[in-house]
């Protein structure tokens, strides 16, 4: 652990760190459970690897929506299912991060977490066998509703992985717990985004475009592989230690609301934003590669050309999860996002000599930049946030709303800024003003990030369980309930205690 890390644990503000209270002694000895590194591991691992499901089954949507409107130019094209395929997804997620949020909360993460995975694995099978009665339409229906239910184990992925995952980091060494968290979350939604651009080159060049009706369903099928690799390491996963010790049976809602509300707002705003504005981003790579390939480009050249868009998220993923260590989620954010912004007004006001083909290099690299250090900011450190700024008892609730809320910051960008580009006076403004706005947006969630966000340090879960603890008994709330039935007879049989 760094010296500026171990500085900023120390230095926890007043709010954030509980005053004097006992609690059992095994609250703060998850480092010191005898395990070998590869035990301490692997949960994570297993928790945290299967977003990149959600990366490549969301991301391959796109190619399958290119080759079907090749295959089916009327029929596609002209049905509501050219829109419905690619964004029913958002509608499936939302909903799965809602419900599989309560269920790893109420009920089991390990459970949940196994529910989602099948999920992946069924729907993804059955989006590549669509078929639909033998009718287009009836294929087009089919692969809307399978693309649903898909959406609703992705989104499953979310509250009970990646909360079990930062639950699990815990039991690793300090000053290396948030890059094991984002290089097996936000490291594999990003990794999954690049394989999903790579595969459709790949098979369009294997099956050329005389045997585009194979291509698609292999690319969807390829989904059924990464939650079926993950099944085994799943199935003999525990509950997280930290679950057991912290679990709730009865919830005081509105207790929690209580104490939660404004953070959880504040999460939400900043994810929702930060989703929001993303799309405003992914125009401009439409424009430089308008620039870079004719009219008459080959189809998988189309594709080689968004692996190299995809490629540009991996290098500023991959220093955000070390940045994240060394500064703390809560500045990393700050930085990457606010020096995107200043990047992103730059490139709106030089936008009329990028977008020319004598400058497209330049564009490139540029936008390259842009794009890592949105991933090493926000990409990398939202999800962090999210999951260790509340009490193990009710993290996947409060973890599965604020993903919500940026999968609906998402869809509300891919209404908004179209609307922006068809009220510009010129094709010029059409192509800065959505910038100017989620450049501005930048600034203000680094801002809010900053002032709004508590800190978040390496031992942040521990803390914020005691503080939360507190907080239950100071209004009347028994918390001796808390934990799994195990755990409770334990603690009776060893009632030694701690000052914390």
Known sequence: ?????????????????????????????????????????????????????????????????????TLYPDSYSTSAAVRNVPS??????????????????????????MISTVI????????????????????????????????VGIGGEYPAG???????????????????????????????????????????????????????RVMLGLGVIPPLSLFYLRLKLEEPEEFNRERMHKYPVWLIIK???????VVSLIWFIYNFSVYAFGIYSSAWLKIVLAD???????????????????PGAFLGAFVSDWIGPRYALALGVSIQGVIGFIMSGCYKYLATPEHVAAFVVVYGIFLSLGEMGPGDNIGLIASKTSATAVR????????????????????????IQDNAPNPIRAGQDPFFVASSLCIFSAAVAVFLLPHIGQDTITLEDARFRRYLEENGYDTSTMGSKEKQQQQLAEPVGVTV
Not at 14 to 34: F, G, R, Y
Not at 41 to 55: E, K, M, N, R, Y
Not at 125 to 138: E, F
């Open 1 to 69: 652990m760094s010296h500026d890390s171990a500085a900023a644990d120390k230095n926890v503000s007043a709010q954030e760190k509980p005053t004097t209270t006992t609690v059992p002694e095994p609250q703060s000895d998850l480092e010191n459970i005898q395990k070998s590194r590869w035990e301490r591991s692997w949960p994570t691992i297993a928790c945290g690897a299967g977003l990149f499901s959600d990366g490549y089954l969301n991301n391959i949507i796109g190619s399958v929506n290119t080759v079907l409107r």
């Open 88 to 113: 029913i997804t958002f509608a499936g997620t939302v909903a799965g991060q809602l419900v599989f949020g309560y269920l790893s909360d109420h009920w089991s993460r390990k459970h949940a977490l």
């Open 120 to 151: 992946l694995i069924i729907f993804a099978a059955l989006s590549a066998g669509s078929y639909g009665a033998g009718t287009q339409y009836g294929l087009f229906t089919a692969l809307t509703v399978y693309r649903f239910f898909l959406g």
């Open 162 to 216: 990646s909360v079990a995952a930062a639950e699990s980091t815990g039991e690793l060494k300090k000053g290396h717990r948030n890059r094991w968290f984002i290089m097996f979350t936000n490291f594999q939604i990003d990794f999954g985004f690049v394989v999903a651009a790579l595969v459709p080159m790949i098979l369009v060049l294997i099956f050329t475009e005389n045997h585009l009706r194979a291509a698609w």
């Open 259 to 265: 104490f939660y509300w404004r953070r959880l707002s």
């Open 296 to 314: 008459t480009a080959p189809m998988w050249k189309n594709f080689g050309w968004n692996t190299v868009v995809n490629l540009f998220y991996i």
């Open 396 to 419: 996947g609730q409060y973890y599965g709303i604020a993903a919500a809320m940026g999968k609906v910051g998402a869809f509300v960008g891919t209404y908004v800024f179209p609307i």
